[in-house]
């Protein structure tokens, strides 16, 4: 995707806004779901938990 803009910073950035909500909304409006990075985390082994430690004020 290419589009003109000015050439300070914050022309840059106000012109990239409204291109990513453009293209958001398009999408959006045709049922496109951008899929977001999902992570599972799995442990093998109970991990113990010392809570008297954990409720301690640190120093």
Do not use: C, H
Not at 3 to 25: C, F, L, M, N
Not at 39 to 46: E, F, I, K
Request: glycine share 4%; no cysteine.
């Amino acid at each position: 995707m290419t589009w003109w803009t000015g050439s300070e910073p914050v022309d840059i950035r106000a012109s990239r806004d409204q291109v990513v909500s453009a293209v958001k909304s398009a999408l959006d409006d045709a049922g496109i779901e951008i899929p977001f990075p999902y992570r599972t985390l799995t442990v093998n082994a109970p991990i113990p938990v010392d809570i008297a430690a954990a409720q301690k004020p640190s120093a």
